[in-house]
């Protein structure tokens, strides 16, 4: 067929219209969002056949696919692709805690229920009980977190990043900040602790060497325009070996007889030591605020296991001051994630509770031998067909989200052979799921860490493993 005919083939939109098979797309998606892609669905068909070349008569469409039919299926499976994309769920079997990109920490039950309490209603977000007047938002987070931290004030803005440049903003702009060549990391998603402080307009003064600073070299840099020492948490590496570093407690003693403000980046955050749950041992906030810090910044969905969150605690004076700066009401938070944190920190009172109702710090303390049910129960459930070998493996699984760099935890995996079919292919599949799961290559073997999957989630994993199984083999 000529291309002419091709193109005054192509059926009018009121045939479209007028199908039967239309009218179950517009009730499931609209007469818009229907139209919008017929539209281009058409469009396309018409640049196809017009970017045949001139003196071909033949072209490669066929009156099969400009059947009214054909293209409302086609239309079809556009709208349903579409409505796929964004948020899912996921399923995650590799075995990091912490993920980024995989949204962090997971909400506490208590936290999950306030949120959609608050969210659902009106709520006193700004709105003092008492009086009838406006309130203030920050007010029960502010107590909670001079309870739990020990300092004497606190706020809280979008995230740590966040944090770090509003402190800086308020405390030095246009000042220098002194602090270590060594704490000047790059945090993930190429951001950097030096760009995020230029940004603030803070002025850096870099001191020491890669592996070590002296407090003389803090010291020596002191000057007239000096606003601040910054001293960061190196949360996503470690300098191992011939190193030093100044302490808290140094570096507040030396730049408090010079009037100079101590500001400290600790990235994670923990609110008590998990060194007796087999953690390494880490400065808890507490610790900092004691030693004299005298602003703190940390996340609020690392190690703390709340919602996304920039945490500041320090002075009143200070904290004060970043308050009133106007980029605070640019970087405030929402009562969704009020609402979170404040049920997230109530559980810290108990530290039992904590463990047990945190699901990130549950995780995180149980035991390895409970990864290992885990890991069985999943194995009994796969429907192994032949030339795939299944067998346990002990694992590591790791924090992530820049904390515990050096440090894996025992886990145990369920590990699949896949012979010659590559594993790419198989894990490929996996993440194209309904519900996909995430699972991790590991010298030719899929591994699937039970660390990271819960109980709940193991009839659901293995059906969908089963499922790529009976695909791929
Ligand atoms: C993770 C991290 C940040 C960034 O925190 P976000 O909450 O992701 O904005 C900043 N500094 C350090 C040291 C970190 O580890």
Redesign the pocket.
Known sequence: MNRQKLLSSIPAVNDFLAAEQADRIINKYSRTRFLKTLRSELEKIRQIILAEKAEMEETDIDCQELKVGEILISVSKRLEAEDNEGLKRVINAGGIILH?NLG?SLLPENALNKVKEIAAEYSSLEFDLENGERGYRYKRTKQLLRDLTGAESAVVV???????MLVLKTIAEDREVIIARGEM?E??GS?R?PE?MESSGAILKEVGSTNKVYLKDYLTAVGEKTGALLK?????YRIQGFTHSVSAEEMVKAAHQHDLVVIE????GILFDLSEYGLPEEPTVKEEILAGIDIL??????LLGGP???IIVGREKFISQIEQHPLMRALRVDKMTLAALEETLKLYYNLEEALQKIPTLKILTEKAEKAKIRAEKLKAKIEAPAGVKFTIIESEAKVG???YPLNTFKSYALAVETGDLSPEKFVYKLRQLKTPVISRIQNELIIFDLKTVFEHQLEELAISINKVLAEVF
Request: net charge neutral; proline share 0%; aromatic share 6%.
């Open positions: 980024t962090r979008n995230n740590n990043a966040a944090a770090v990391v945090i993930g951001f602790i995020v960061v948490h190196t949360s996503n980046d600790l990235g994670s910044t940390f996340s609020g969905d690392k996304q969150a920039g989200g820049g904390a």
